[in-house]
């Protein structure tokens, strides 16, 4: 028996990187799973179905409302239950203040904030009822102290922990938890395009002197979503390698 046996979890975008790391982790630990993206997923849906769970790709704009609502009544309908909601799904338009454009600045929070408030809004109903479940918000620690030249970025990071904090304390009586993981610098192929002496710079910053890796973000998740945090609610787990303290 996996910590995740007969919980139905769902991921948005999981087609690829840590989204993808912690739905196969789930996955092992026994989770059926629904994740999202901007298109189907056939190849890693049937990666995670071979973990031996149901697994289904749906296809959406994690930023767009009236999706998401249909989605989430999708993997109801489909799974019967929702137990654990990640909130993955994010990109990045980085740039100065002084360049950076409104699209820029709007696409961000869009895609990496409002996306949480419409996943999190269709899914409290069925939590309610169920009276518990688990919300996962995927921060990060520019979220935390902020990064130059990532303005949008990091207010869209550190408005994912204010949401997790702000929705544990409103649905704590319900049953429902709600934290925040903030990844440090994680070894994925948007860091693999990052030069090297870039990648040293920041390993010198961090005391473990490395960068992570997705499936120590995918452990901590398991951990959020399980009931070995039954007690834990309102927090921001940072996975830095110590680069924040």
């Not at 049937?46 to 959406?60: N, Q």
């Not at 550190?158 to 903030?182: C, D, F, T, V, Y």
Request: hydrophobic residues 45%; contains cysteine.
């Amino acid at each position: 028996m996996g910590l995740l046996s007969g919980k139905t979890a769902l991921i948005t975008g999981a087609a690829r990187g840590i989204g993808k790391a912690i739905a196969l982790k789930f996955a092992e630990e026994g989770a059926n799973i629904a994740f999202t993206d901007l298109a189907v997923n056939e190849e890693t849906e049937a990666e995670i179905a071979a973990k031996g769970v149901k697994a289904k790709s749906y296809a959406s704009n994690a930023a767009d409302f009236a999706q998401t609502e249909e989605v989430v009544k999708q993997v109801k309908e489909e799974f019967g239950s929702i137990d654990i909601l990640v909130n993955n799904a994010g990109i990045t338009k980085d740039g100065l203040m002084l360049r950076m454009t409104e699209q820029q600045w709007d696409a961000v929070i869009a895609v990496n904030l409002k996306s949480a408030f419409n996943f999190i809004h269709a899914c409290i109903p069925v939590m309610m009822r169920q009276r518990g479940g688990s919300i996962i918000n995927m921060a990060s620690v520019v979220g935390v102290h902020g990064n130059a030249g990532q303005a949008n970025y990091a207010a869209s990071k550190a408005g994912l922990i204010a949401l997790a904090k702000s929705i544990a304390q409103e649905m704590g009586p319900k049953g429902i938890r709600a934290n925040a993981i903030a990844p440090g610098f994680i070894e994925t192929a948007m860091t693999a395009q990052l030069s090297d002496e870039i990648r040293e710079e920041w390993k010198k910053k961090i005391p473990l002197r490395r960068g992570g890796q997705v499936e120590d973000i995918a452990n901590t998740a398991v951990y959020l979503a399980s009931d070995l945090s039954s007690y834990v609610s309102g927090q921001v787990i940072q996975v830095d390698g110590g680069m924040n303290m």
